[in-house]
């Protein structure tokens, strides 16, 4: 069944019965279509063919747990807005919620256990989610990528064929809104397979010896629509390095001469590392990383705080950046911990002089959040998803003032 976009259904999962009844009186009052189950196994059969519009899930449940319900949601493709309920505190509801969004799920709320009408009436009346799920928006390859099995032939011959392409992902100041640079995600648009997301091909470059084929294929096609169509501008424009290009002395030079070749300053291109990459080869890694700073260009740790080694990197490598990890932005508007965290990293960076980019922003209160907190950047689906290069300059010109 295809689903109905104006049809508000909602579907509930709970081992009470009671509480089923509840919630489709409640839901019904407010215009929803609703229905519920004790049963895991019609729950599914429902989400496949009923195409709800939202859906409570109970995290204890008799024979399955409500994170083993969550795992499963991302194979059904669903749009659907998921809220969490459990009556075992708020810390395992974050926490579920956070394992949610991190599998690519739009969380629409918590609903901690007891709850009141009012409660459920204001999560479901809300207005949609500016969230974006993983199945929305965005291209995903046809039900036989399951089976596609990438091999380093298979990877090698795409390189050869230069089937890599680059989406690009605006990077906004918090406080004027206006656009600073763009992060360069890879994609490999496999003539059969459709759109590849870099978590499918990038860990067998890695381990095949490819990756640095990959990632010059990538920085060239990158720097070149850049120099092509950000000429003259005030932007910057961010890369990411893989671990394995950290142990290449001679990567900086040539990223370098690809700069001189193309007219881009070193000061308008970041580099992009993880902290778990920076820890492959310590030394080597220092060596290299300072040679790009010496040659201008800028440094992020990316995904700051979800490594035990995050504070050493921070002190040893020469970074003028941090990216904090979106699993934080994301979880902001209903974590206090992950608020809490947010604002430190915020303010160790301050104090480092390092500017900070929070990732992963989805909606207006989590802006205003990161403005209040002092936080200088911004990525997320709130102002764009990755796009290709036709599509970035679309956007940016729509934001363009006229005259």
Not at 37 to 55: G, N
Request: hydrophobic fraction near 45%; glycine fraction near 6%; proline fraction near 6%.
């Amino acid at each position: 069944m295809a689903p109905d976009s104006q049809a508000r259904r909602l579907l509930t999962l709970d081992d009470d019965a009671d509480v089923n009844v509840t919630v489709c009186l409640i839901a019904q009052q407010i215009g929803f279509e609703a229905r519920s189950t004790t049963e895991p196994a019609e729950f599914f059969r429902l989400l496949a063919c009923w195409s709800p519009s939202h859906i409570i899930v109970d995290l204890v449940m008799p024979n399955i747990d409500g994170i083993e319900i969550i795992k499963r949601l991302p194979d059904y493709n669903t749009p659907a807005a998921l809220i969490i309920t459990s009556g075992l505190g708020s810390r395992v509801v974050e926490a579920a919620a956070r394992a949610a969004t991190e599998s690519g799920l739009e969380v629409a709320g918590l609903l901690p256990k007891p709850f009141t009408p009012a409660d459920l009436r204001q999560l479901l009346a809300a207005p949609s989610s500016v969230r974006i799920s993983h199945s929305q928006n965005v291209p995903v390859a046809d039900d036989s990528e399951e089976q596609f099995a990438i091999t380093e032939q298979v990877l090698a011959q795409a390189l050869r064929e230069r089937q890599f392409t680059v989406f690009y992902q605006p990077k906004l100041c918090c406080t004027t809104g206006h656009l600073v640079g763009l992060e360069c995600l890879a994609r490999w648009q496999h003539p059969t397979q459709g759109m590849l997301f870099p978590d499918r091909f990038i860990p067998l470059a890695e381990g095949s010896g490819l990756i640095a084929q990959l990632t010059e294929q990538i920085f060239v096609q990158a720097l070149e629509w850049f120099a092509a169509h950000c000429h003259g501008q005030n932007l910057q424009i961010a890369l990411n390095l893989s671990a394995k290009t950290l142990s290449s002395p001679e990567f900086p030079d040539w990223v370098a001469q690809q700069c001189t070749r193309l007219g881009v300053a070193p000061q308008q291109v970041v580099l992009e590392v993880t902290e778990t990459s920076s820890m492959e080869n310590p030394v080597a890694t220092l060596q290299i990383l300072t040679q790009f700073r010496i040659k201008g260009f800028s440094l992020s740790i990316d995904d700051f705080g979800i490594g035990y080694s995050s504070l050493i990197q921070l002190a040893r490598l020469p970074f003028s950046e941090l990216k904090i990890d979106k699993m934080f932005v994301i979880s902001a508007p209903y974590s206090e911990e992950s608020q809490k965290i947010v604002s430190a990293v915020i303010s160790l960076g301050r104090a480092l002089n390092l500017s900070v980019t929070a990732e992963g922003v989805e909606d207006a209160w989590t802006l205003q959040y990161l403005k209040d907190a002092g936080c200088d950047y911004a990525q997320g689906f709130l102002f764009s998803r990755p796009v290709d290069g036709e599509a970035f300059l679309a956007w940016k010109h729509s934001r363009e003032p006229t005259v």
